[in-house]
C-alpha cells in the first residue's frame, strides 16, 4: 500500500469559491485537489489514493448527488462532504441516507468545514484499513486448496472431525492433516480465531 | 208652482254639494233654481200690482234675484261645461252689475222711465197687470249683457261640440233657446209696449227643467260609478291579497313610499327584515336610522336620484335590527310621477345576506392570491438573489479564513495572501455585481408609469392586507386625504413598497399589547412637488445604530426574514425619484417614510 498523504478533492464549478476553500483547508494543513466538475474528479483520480471528497451540491452536468452514487460503485469510495450555498431539508436527508459525512452550508464556520473534512479523512483512513485487513485475509486464504476450504466450511460450523470424515467420505486422520495445513497456511493457532478470521474475510455465506 | 218645483230642485242640488263639496255645478244650479224662485214672487207682485209706483217698485227691486239668477246661470255654463271664454262670463257679469245702477238711480226702473198705467188683462183664468209706460233707454244695458250671455253660451256650447259631448251641446241649445225667448218677449214687451204680463219666469223654468234632468243623469252616472268602483274595489282586494300572497311566499318585501306626506306602508315582510314590528309609523327618516352607517349615504342618494327624475332604482345594503343583527338587503322599485310631481315610490326589498356572504368570501380568497402572488414573487426573486450572492460571500468569508491561517505563518506567504486579497476583492465585485443586476432588472421592467391616485394605491393594498390585520389582530388605520394630487408611478411596484411596509409593521407588533397593536398609513402632500406616504407602528421601533442598515441586503430582524424587503423597497422608491428613509416615533414604533413625485400631467420618470 502506498504510504501518500491523504488528499481532499474539492469539486465545485464555482472557480472563485473553489479556490477560496482550497486554500483555507491547504492552510489548514491538508492536501488538497481542486476539480472544476464531478466528471474531471471521476476521470482524474488516482484510484486507491486515500482521502475525501468535498463537492458542491448544485453543479451543472453531474450534480453532486450523482457524484455521490458514482462513487459508492468504485472499489474505493471516498467519504463524501458536501457544502452548499442555500441547504434545504430534504436535499440533507437525501445526502445523509446516500452515506454522506456531512452536508454543510458554503458561508458556515471554518472550524465546521475543518473538523467535517477531519472526519471524513479519519473515516477514509478507517475504512481503508479495514479494506486492507480483509483483503490480505482474502489472500490467505487463496493458498487453500478446494478440499481444504471443504473441511474449513465444516469445521467453522463446529463439526467433530469423525463427523466431517462421515460427511466427506473421508479418513478421519486425513481430516486432522488438512486442519493442520490450513492452521499453518492461515496463520492462526486456535479454531476459535479460525473461525473469527473466516468470518471476516467473508469467505463462506452465512449459515442458515 | 213654479217657486215650489225651483225649490225642490235647488234642494236636490244642494243637497248633492253638501255631499260633495267639489260638486260647483250643483250649488251653482241649486242657486240659479233659489234665485228663478225668488223672482217668480217678484213676478207674481207685479201680477198683483194695483198702482203704476208699485208696479214700478216690485219690478226695481225684481233685478236683483234676476241678477243672481244671471250669475248663477253664467257660471253654471261655466263649471259644467267647462268651456266658454272667461272674459264674456266677466262681461256678462259686470255689465248686468252696472245695470242696477241706472235701475236704482234713472226713471222708475231699469225698463221704464215712468209707468204710466197698469192694465188689468185675464191670463190663465185670472186678471194679471200689465206694465204701460216710457221705455229707460238705459234698459239697453241689461239686454246686452243678456245678448252677451247668449253670445257666451253658444261659444260654450261650440267648444263641448268640438269635443263631442252632445248632451251637453242639447243643454246649451236649450239654455239659447229659453234665453232667446225670453229676451224677445221683454224687448216686444218694454219697447214696443205691447200688452202681455211679465212672466219670464216660464221660459226659465223649461230651461232650469233641463239643466236639473241633466244633472240627475249626472248623479244617476255617479251612482252607477260607485258601483262599479266597488266591484272594482273588490277586485282589487282579490288582486292586492293574492299580491301579498305572492311576496309572502318568496319573502318578498312589499313597501309604499307617499311623498306628499312622508309616510310609508309596508308589508309584514318588509317590517320583519327592517325589524320594524307591524304596527310601527314608519317614514323615511326612521327607515334610514336602520340602515348601516357606511351605506346611509348612498342608500340616501339612490333614492333621491330615483326622485329627481330617474324613476326607477336599484340597490344593495346592509341594515343593522334592533337586536343587532346585521342583514344584507337588496331593493328595487320605482317612483310614480302626478304631473311631474313625484307622489309614490313603490318597491320590492329582498334579503340577499346568504348570497351576499358567498360574494364577500370570493372577494376576499381573490385577494388573498393577490396578495400570495405579491408577496411569493418578492419571496423568490429574493431567493434567487440569495443563492447567487452566496457564492461570492461564502468565498469571501473561506478567504478570509485562509488568509489568516498564512498570517500566522512567522514568514507568510505574501505571493498567496496577495492573490487571497484580489480574490476577495474580485468576489466582492461579484457581489456587488448581483445587487446592480437587480437594481438594473427592476429598473429596466421600465416602471410602468401612470398618474396614480394616492386613494386608490392605498385602498387596494389595504384590501390586501385587511384579513392579514385581522388575523393579527393589529389595527389598521388609514388617513389620507382625498384632495391630494396624483402621483407618477408604476402601480404594482408601489404596492409592493406599501405592502412590504404595512408586513413589516405588523411584524414589528408581535409581542406589542393587543390594544396598542397599530399599523397607520398617511399621505399628505410635502412640498409642491413631493407627496409623503408614512407607515408607522407602535412595535418596538429600531435601535439608533440600525437605522441605516435596515436598508442594506441580507440584514433581517426576522428569524425568517431574506432581508431583501426594505432594499428592494428602497430601489423601487429611488427609481421613482423619491427617497425612503426610517425614523423612530417618540412614543415608541418606527415610521417608515418616502417620497413620490406629484404627476403634474407628466407620467413618465
Known amino acids: 500500500m502506498t504510504a501518500a498523504k491523504p488528499t481532499v478533492h474539492i469539486v465545485d464549478d464555482d472557480a472563485s469559491f473553489l479556490a477560496a476553500i482550497s486554500r483555507l483547508l491547504r492552510a489548514s494543513g491538508f492536501e488538497v485537489r481542486t476539480f472544476s466538475s464531478a466528471a474531471e474528479f471521476l476521470e482524474q483520480r488516482e484510484d486507491g489514493a486515500p482521502g475525501c471528497v468535498v463537492a458542491d451540491l448544485q453543479m451543472p452536468g453531474m450534480s453532486g448527488f450523482d457524484l455521490q452514487s458514482a462513487l459508492a460503485q468504485t472499489s474505493n469510495p471516498l467519504p463524501i462532504l458536501f457544502l452548499t450555498g442555500h441547504g434545504d431539508v430534504p436535499s440533507t436527508v437525501r445526502a445523509m441516507r446516500g452515506g454522506a459525512e456531512d452536508f454543510l452550508e458554503k458561508s458556515v464556520q471554518k472550524e465546521k468545514v475543518v473538523d467535517a473534512v477531519r472526519r471524513c479523512l479519519e473515516r477514509d483512513g478507517n475504512e481503508r484499513r479495514s479494506r486492507t485487513q480483509v483483503h490480505e485475509l482474502r489472500a490467505r486464504f487463496d493458498a487453500l486448496s478446494t478440499r481444504e476450504l471443504e473441511v474449513l466450511s465444516h469445521v467453522v460450523q463446529g463439526k467433530l472431525n469423525k463427523q466431517i470424515a462421515d460427511d466427506l467420505s473421508i479418513h478421519e486422520r486425513t481430516v486432522k492433516l488438512h486442519r493442520t495445513a490450513i492452521t499453518t497456511k492461515l496463520g492462526v493457532s486456535s479454531v476459535a480465531e479460525l473461525t473469527r478470521v473466516t468470518l471476516q474475510a467473508g469467505i463462506f455465506p452465512p449459515v442458515k | 208652482m213654479v217657486a215650489s218645483s225651483c225649490f225642490t230642485l235647488a234642494a236636490i242640488n244642494l243637497l248633492v254639494w253638501i255631499r260633495n263639496r267639489t260638486a260647483w255645478a250643483n250649488l251653482l244650479f241649486s242657486l240659479t233654481a233659489v234665485s228663478l224662485a225668488v223672482f217668480t214672487f217678484f213676478e207674481l207682485a207685479m201680477m198683483r200690482a194695483g198702482t203704476p209706483t208699485e208696479f214700478g217698485v216690485v219690478m226695481r227691486w225684481a233685478h236683483i234675484p234676476l241678477l243672481a239668477w244671471l250669475f248663477s246661470l253664467t257660471w253654471f255654463v261655466r263649471i259644467y261645461f267647462g268651456a266658454g271664454r272667461l272674459w264674456l262670463a266677466w262681461s256678462v257679469c259686470i255689465l248686468r252689475t252696472l245695470s242696477l245702477v241706472p235701475n236704482f238711480l234713472t226713471g222708475a226702473n231699469l225698463n221704464y222711465m215712468r209707468v204710466t198705467g197698469v192694465h188689468r188683462l185675464p191670463f190663465l183664468g185670472e186678471l194679471v197687470s200689465t206694465p204701460q209706460g216710457i221705455p229707460n233707454p238705459w234698459m239697453i244695458i241689461g239686454q246686452v249683457s243678456i245678448l252677451l250671455l247668449i253670445a257666451f253660451v253658444a261659444d260654450a256650447s261650440v267648444t263641448v261640440s268640438r269635443r263631442g259631448d252632445r248632451r251637453k251641446v242639447f243643454l246649451g241649445a236649450t239654455i239659447e233657446f229659453f234665453l232667446v225667448l225670453g229676451l224677445g218677449q221683454t224687448m216686444l214687451l218694454f219697447w214696443l ?137 337588496a331593493s328595487r322599485g320605482s317612483v310614480e310621477f302626478d304631473d311631474c310631481v313625484p307622489a309614490v315610490s313603490r318597491g320590492v326589498t329582498f334579503d340577499i345576506t346568504d348570497r351576499k356572504k358567498v360574494e364577500l368570501e370570493t372577494d376576499r380568497l381573490r385577494q388573498e392570491i393577490a396578495h400570495v402572488d405579491r408577496v411569493s414573487m418578492m419571496g423568490q426573486l429574493a431567493s434567487a438573489l440569495a443563492h447567487e450572492i452566496n457564492q461570492p460571500l461564502g468565498a469571501i468569508l473561506r478567504n478570509a479564513e485562509a488568509a489568516e491561517i498564512f498570517l500566522r505563518d512567522p514568514s507568510p506567504d505574501l505571493v498567496e495572501i496577495r492573490a487571497i486579497l484580489a480574490d476577495i476583492r474580485k468576489d466582492d465585485q461579484r457581489a456587488g455585481h448581483v445587487i446592480d443586476h437587480m437594481r438594473r432588472m427592476l429598473k429596466r421592467n421600465k416602471l410602468d408609469a401612470q398618474a396614480l391616485e394616492v386613494t386608490e394605491l392605498v385602498s387596494d393594498v389595504v384590501a390586501m392586507v385587511r384579513a392579514d390585520a385581522v388575523a393579527r389582530q393589529s389595527k389598521l388605520e388609514i388617513d389620507v386625504p382625498e384632495c391630494l394630487p396624483r402621483v407618477c408611478g408604476d402601480r404594482v411596484q408601489l404596492q409592493q413598497v406599501l405592502l412590504n411596509l404595512i408586513l413589516n409593521g405588523m411584524d414589528s407588533l408581535n409581542g406589542a399589547n393587543r390594544d396598542k397593536r397599530l399599523v397607520r398609513l398617511s399621505a399628505r402632500l410635502d412640498e409642491a412637488r413631493t407627496i409623503e406616504i408614512t407607515v408607522s407602528d407602535t412595535g418596538q421601533g429600531i435601535p439608533a445604530e440600525k437605522l441605516d442598515q435596515i436598508f442594506d441586503p441580507f440584514f433581517t430582524t426576522k428569524t425568517n426574514g431574506m432581508g431583501m424587503g426594505l432594499p428592494i423597497s428602497r430601489t423601487i422608491i429611488e427609481a421613482h425619484r423619491g427617497r425612503l428613509w426610517a425614523e423612530n416615533r417618540s412614543g415608541g414604533g418606527a415610521v417608515f417614510r418616502f417620497t413620490l413625485p406629484v404627476a403634474d400631467g407628466r407620467v413618465s420618470l
Open chain 2, 193 to 329: 209696449n205691447i200688452q202681455s204680463p211679465i212672466i219670464f219666469s216660464l221660459p226659465s223654468l223649461g230651461m232650469l227643467a233641463v239643466m236639473g234632468y241633466e244633472l240627475s243623469l249626472d248623479v244617476l252616472r255617479a251612482s252607477q260609478l260607485v258601483r262599479q268602483l266597488q266591484a272594482s274595489e273588490a277586485q282589487l282586494r282579490e288582486s292586492t291579497s293574492r299580491m301579498t300572497l305572492a311576496a309572502e311566499a318568496t319573502n318578498f318585501g312589499i313597501w309604499v313610499r307617499y311623498l306628499d306626506r312622508n309616510e310609508i306602508w309596508a308589508n309584514e315582510v318588509w317590517r320583519s327584515l327592517f325589524g320594524f314590528s307591524i304596527s310601527e309609523r314608519l317614514n323615511i327618516d326612521y327607515v334610514l336610522q336602520r340602515v348601516h352607517p357606511e351605506d346611509r349615504e348612498v342608500v340616501r342618494q339612490t333614492w333621491a336620484k330615483a326622485i329627481d327624475g330617474e324613476g326607477k332604482y336599484e340597490s344593495e345594503y346592509r341594515v343593522v335590527r334592533p337586536d343587532g343583527q346585521m342583514r344584507w338587503l
